[in-house]
């Protein structure tokens, strides 16, 4: 046996590892961190709580002031949270720079902050940035900003704290002395949690620093200090990393138990040693032996801050039994994975390791789960009552909420015995109670309730083929349905009708019900479109069915009405939006505008959206939308390197030669016509300005704008630069000058607002992008015939660029544009059509969620 264990050779649980601690891990992020810390990138490191992040930070300051970087630390904790005000807050963290840069000598910190009350508190951060920090110290400087999850509990938004470090990083190219400071932040939150305004957040221009869990060839360190209690120490490292997949706090945590043992593991027996190390003192009455905390702070952010909150549960549902799923990155599962239970790995989502297995099993999941039951009450009250209590029985929108809550989540037996005796107790009472119910009330709503609680049940159960045979039987044919009850609801509905309009609500409401489960799933998508062609194609069984009844010759007319209706045409938008056939490029396109939709996400809120849609409707929309805008940048960000790499290869004065290439285009440009455009959207397009450039630097200077006739007179002048002479002088730079002179000229003297500021915008976009109802409609036409499609759409991203609220104004009003030329030919639009695809390419570009650095670094 060998000697007592070296107690100096301690193992760490929870909090940062000395600097000289023989127990730190090097992993990558080590490596990732230093080399773009050095290269002056700013970094953030978001994972959940106990991977090393502290650690990780005491070691990169080390190491960067060894190589002469000047390091200071904010940690918000200690700046505080609650109750604290903008002021306190951004001077807290001022005074916390002074003092790490020993700057407090040398000014008076609160007398220099005082004296500048005029400016806002984020101001005078950037103020003593500038005019102080960058002056007084000459080295490069690094600031680490820890616990940035910290902002989430304050009671006033952050933003501009973000945009200043944006700033920070923007004013390199015309500030050189920026460009020695650099920032890190780190702590526990995704970047949408922090900021939500895309156009300010230096996330999407920052480097993301991967932190995993230990791996073996990297912590033999460890094994280090088993080796008084082991035979084989590298064999019992093995063990425990095989049980904590590597999780720095459980790693060290069970090390140190192993040395705190007082059983010697032999050769041979590293794998039962471990196993019973972990299940009597970590997994065995986990709650009470979780000291200092981690599960348990597992436990609290899976289960969410709402208590009727299970979204979280149903995905981590998912995961524990699937052992796997695709990792979409979805908000849910980013927020899963901070919580650390679950990591992406290989493009798959997994249980981090075999101790949450163990403890967040099944069963405790399904214990959970039954917490939060939108029915409990009902449910329990029915089981109490031996399941005799039919008045317990779920119905109508209360049935509809549960059946939708269980549609993800894997339940018990007696929910399920529940929910399907509410589903077959609601057909039984309307069979019973139909003809009386019309008898004394003469109302159509009861009924109407009936065909929807039908068709939600059955969409749970059968098949889209089996669904859309019904709907054929039911709404075309008029016979031959398999339910008699539903016919004959159907028609009692028909008869006591006050109006066409009535029945084309029913029949929308019974599509949707169809659509909006169909469409969560990837392979029924393609039955939208079938059940949509349904109806187009019903007016060639008339003839057949025309020596039917009075009632089903009304229920031919009716759908008549309905195939001409508004709702109809938003129906056959959204199949073509599910189901498109897109060309590969412009050559190939000889169909009508209207089928291109699918390609403009951005146009669906406005497009796809009736008057009055109901709730259910607009969240099919917004999730149709934001998987078909998640697709395009993924296809964008693929298809970019290779773009450029080629450019870069073939580089040619003239253009660039269009050859067969092995990855497709995901625009309907060219490949010329596209890199000119990432060049016009992202490069610099005034001497060394982007277009986000010269927003940032507008912005700056009108913030100082005495009246909003002094704004207005500056944004004329921010304007007409991306005009061409010629054509401003013509015409264009008069109607844009009376145009900003007439808006709003009761606000003249006025200071500039965020308020006015949108108005403005939204003003301008209506000025440029007119409905082709009114005069002015031909002037967006003239400016694509005079200045080109892509400085047209530069002149509308520098307005957009201005106020990101304005962008769905902006949507709205190329989709009135799409709305007017649906049926037109492509060829006969071809003007619209490459706007449509360069505003595109200039909203991903700036307001999605792509890294551009690539591009940034590589256009030529």
Wanted: charged share 25%; net charge neutral; proline share 3%.
């Amino acid at each position: 046996m060998k000697a007592d264990p070296n107690l100096a050779y301690d193992y760490q649980v929870g909090g940062s590892l000395p600097l000289d601690a023989p127990t730190y891990v090097t992993r990558q992020a080590d490596f990732d961190f230093y080399k773009h810390m050095m290269a002056g990138e700013f970094c953030y490191v978001l994972n959940s709580r106990q991977m090393g992040k502290s650690s990780l930070r005491v070691q990169m300051v080390r190491r960067l002031a060894a190589n002469g970087v000047v390091c200071a630390v904010v940690d918000l904790t200690a700046i505080g949270s609650q109750n604290i005000s903008p002021d306190q807050w951004y001077a807290g963290i001022t005074y916390t720079l002074a003092n790490s840069f020993n700057l407090l000598d040398k000014v008076d910190l609160g007398a220099w902050w005082c004296d500048r009350e005029f400016l806002s508190p984020v101001q005078r951060l950037s103020e003593f940035i500038c005019e102080i920090l960058l002056k007084e110290i000459p080295q490069k400087i690094a600031i680490f900003v820890d616990e940035i999850d910290s902002v989430l509990s304050l009671n006033f938004k952050v933003d501009d704290f973000f945009a200043l470090i944006r700033s920070c990083l923007e004013k390199r190219n015309y500030h050189p002395e920026y460009k020695r400071l650099t920032w890190a932040l780190l702590g526990v939150a995704t970047p949408s949690e922090l900021i939500q305004d895309r156009s300010r957040t230096p996330f999407n221009i920052g480097q993301a620093i991967r932190l995993t869990g230990f791996q073996l060839h990297e912590c033999f360190a460890l094994a280090a200090g088993l080796d008084p209690k082991a035979d084989n120490p590298k064999a019992v490292l093995k063990e425990i990393l095989d049980w904590t997949g590597g999780k720095p706090f459980l790693t060290q945590k069970l090390c140190k138990m192993a040395i705190s043992s007082l059983n010697f593991i032999r050769e041979g027996e590293e794998a039962e040693a471990i196993e019973n190390l972990v299940k009597s003192c970590i997994i065995e009455n986990w709650e009470a032996q979780d000291e200092p905390e981690h599960l348990r702070t597992i436990r609290d952010r899976l289960l969410g801050r709402d208590p009727n909150s299970s979204k979280l549960l149903a995905l981590y549902q998912r995961i524990l039994l699937a052992g796997e799923i695709p990792a979409n990155d979805t908000p849910e599962e980013m927020d899963l994975r901070l919580s650390g239970l679950v990591v992406k790995q290989q493009g798959k989502l997994r249980v981090y390791n075999n101790i949450y297995k163990l403890i967040f099993n099944s069963g405790w999941v399904q214990q959970k789960l039954a917490e939060r039951r939108p029915y409990k009450a009902d449910f329990e009250a029915w089981l109490v009552s031996g399941r005799l209590d039919e008045s317990r029985l779920l119905r109508g929108e209360k049935l509809q909420a549960a059946l939708a809550w269980a549609a993800d989540k894997t339940l018990t037996s007696q929910d399920y015995d529940f929910l399907n005796a509410s589903q077959k107790n609601i057909l039984f009472t309307i069979k019973q109670n139909n003809y009386s119910r019309y008898d004394e009330n003469r109302s159509t709503n009861n009924d109407a309730q009936f065909l929807y609680d039908h068709f939600l049940y059955l969409v749970q159960k059968e098949s889209p083929t089996k669904l859309i045979e019904r709907f054929r039987k039911l709404f075309i044919d008029g016979m031959g349905y398999p339910d008699p009850e539903i016919e004959a609801a159907l028609y009692r509905i028909i008869a006591f009708l006050g109006n066409e309009q009535e029945f084309i609500n029913l029949l929308n409401r019974c599509c949707h019900i169809l659509i909006n489960r169909w469409q969560l799933h990837s392979h029924k998508q393609s039955a939208i479109a079938d059940l949509v062609a349904l109806f187009k194609n019903s007016s060639s069984r008339f003839i057949y069915l025309a020596s039917r009844s009075h009632l089903v010759k009304r229920l031919q007319e009716l759908l008549l009405h309905f195939t001409a209706s508004e709702e109809y045409q938003t129906l056959q938008r959204l199949a073509q939006v599910v189901e498109p056939t897109l060309p590969l490029n412009m050559a190939e396109v000889n169909t009508s505008l209207g089928q291109l939709i699918c390609r403009y996400p951005y146009l669906y809120t406005h497009y796809l959206l009736p008057e009055n849609n109901s709730y259910e409707h607009r969240q099919t929309i917004r999730e149709i939308q934001r998987q078909k805008q998640r697709e395009y940048e993924l296809n964008f960000a693929q298809y970019m390197p290779y773009l450029i790499g080629r450019r870069q290869i073939n580089y040619s004065a003239s253009s660039i030669q269009e050859t067969e290439i092995s990855l497709a285009n995901p625009t309907l440009l060219s490949d010329g016509e596209l890199y000119s455009a990432i060049n016009e959207f992202v490069g610099k397009v005034e001497e060394s300005y982007t277009y986000r450039d010269l927003a940032t630097v507008f912005l700056t200077r009108v913030a100082r704008a005495k009246s909003y006739r002094a704004f207005k007179a500056d944004l004329y002048e921010y304007l007409i630069a991306s005009i061409e002479t010629k054509y401003g002088k013509h015409q264009f730079n008069d109607r844009l000058y009376k145009q900003l002179k007439n808006t709003f000229p009761e606000n003249d003297n006025q200071k500039l607002d965020e308020f006015l500021l949108m108005r403005t915008c939204s003003q301008l976009f209506n000025f440029l992008v007119e409905s082709p109802q009114h005069s002015n409609y031909y002037l967006f036409i003239d400016m694509i015939s005079n200045m080109g499609t892509l400085r047209t759409i530069g002149l509308l991203l520098k307005i957009v660029l201005l106020s990101s609220k304005v962008k769905p104004h902006l949507e709205k009003r190329f989709s009135l544009l799409f709305n007017y030329y649906e049926s037109k030919t492509v060829n006969e639009i071809l003007w619209l059509v490459k706007s449509l695809e360069n505003l595109n390419v200039a909203l991903v570009t700036n307001f999605g969620g792509l890294d551009l650095s690539f591009i940034e670094r590589n256009l030529i």
